[in-house]
């Protein structure tokens, strides 16, 4: 049993839990909580779990290699503020990009997003709304950020998510391959329920405070506006994603 916050192991998590680079390098993110840590477990993904002491006497079988955490050093190093009693290190996806998108016909784009909330619930709403990839350009947050892991409910293990180098370049590739782009902007004059989502389509969402760049609004075949009343200046990214996602479910 592990008793001790300086075991090496569990200085590795807390690098994991704080630092991109140290996932992709070991191709490993943390999953907290017990429905997470379950689902990855019937998943296959997880490479080692990590159990306090009084949950771990609660499990009849745990499938996968693990560990025991005393239970006021499992405390310490959990970043939720009930912790659920387990961890476990998850193997990164290696989906590729351009596999995938052979056979989509439903896509969002997100440009610099950086509220870890934001990405989690568009991740989990595009789920359940049957989109079939979320790209990112590489200026945006870490999906495996654990605040974007604990936000996406289990999602992170199920929908395809991508990063690009060049969004860009992406945009132009979409628009040469049949898809309609749609681009949300405060300034069109298209409501967003009037645009065309029958084929294959792809969404744009910018970042929270300066929306799209000009170069990818431009590029977007359409461009729409989601109607406001009141003195709502702009909606939120996530609830801006969820209403067009809902609009290539509801047309396809």
Same mark, same amino acid.
């Given at each position: 049993m592990i008793t001790s916050e300086n075991n090496a192991q569990l200085k590795n998590i807390s690098a994991l839990l704080k630092r991109s680079k140290e996932r992709q390098q070991q191709g490993l993110y943390v999953v907290?909580? #017990? %429905?997470? !840590?379950?689902?990855?477990?019937?998943?296959?993904?997880?490479?080692?779990?990590?159990l306090a002491?009084?949950?771990?006497?609660?499990? #009849?079988?745990?499938?996968?290699?693990?560990?025991?955490?005393?239970?006021?050093?499992?405390n310490k190093i959990a970043e939720t503020v009930t912790p659920q009693g387990v961890l476990a290190l998850v193997r990164l996806p290696k989906e590729d990009l351009k596999e %995938?998108?052979?056979?989509?016909?439903? &896509?969002?784009? &997100?440009?610099?997003?950086?509220?870890?909330?934001?990405?989690?619930?568009?991740?989990?709403?595009?789920?359940?709304?049957?989109?079939?990839?979320?790209?990112?350009? %590489?200026?945006?947050?870490?999906?495996?950020?654990? %605040?974007?892991?604990?936000?996406?409910?289990?999602?992170? !293990? #199920?929908?395809?998510?991508?990063?690009?180098?060049?969004?860009?370049?992406?945009? #132009?590739?979409?628009?040469?391959?049949? !898809?309609?782009?749609?681009a949300t902007h405060l300034s069109a004059e298209k409501n967003y329920y009037e645009a065309d989502y029958s084929g294959k389509t792809a969404i744009l969402i910018g970042n929270e405070g300066n929306g799209l760049s000009d170069e990818a609004t431009e590029l977007a075949k359409e461009k729409v506006i989601i109607p406001m009343e009141g003195k709502v200046e702009s909606l939120n990214a996530s609830v801006a994603a969820a209403l067009m996602m809902y609009e290539i479910k509801r047309n396809n």
């Open positions: 907290e909580g #017990r %429905k997470m !840590f379950w689902e990855a477990c019937g998943l296959n993904l997880v490479e080692k779990a990590y002491e009084s949950y771990a006497a609660e499990c #009849r079988e745990v499938p996968c290699d693990h560990e025991i955490v005393s239970d006021d050093v499992f %995938k998108m052979q056979n989509a016909e439903s &896509l969002v784009l &997100l440009e610099n997003l950086q509220d870890p909330g934001n990405l989690g619930t568009i991740v989990r709403t595009a789920e359940a709304a049957g989109i079939d990839a979320v790209i990112l350009s %590489k200026t945006s947050v870490d999906l495996y950020n654990p %605040k974007v892991v604990r936000s996406t409910m289990g999602a992170v !293990f #199920r929908m395809p998510v991508f990063y690009t180098d060049d969004l860009i370049e992406l945009i #132009r590739e979409l628009n040469n391959n049949g !898809f309609n782009t749609i």
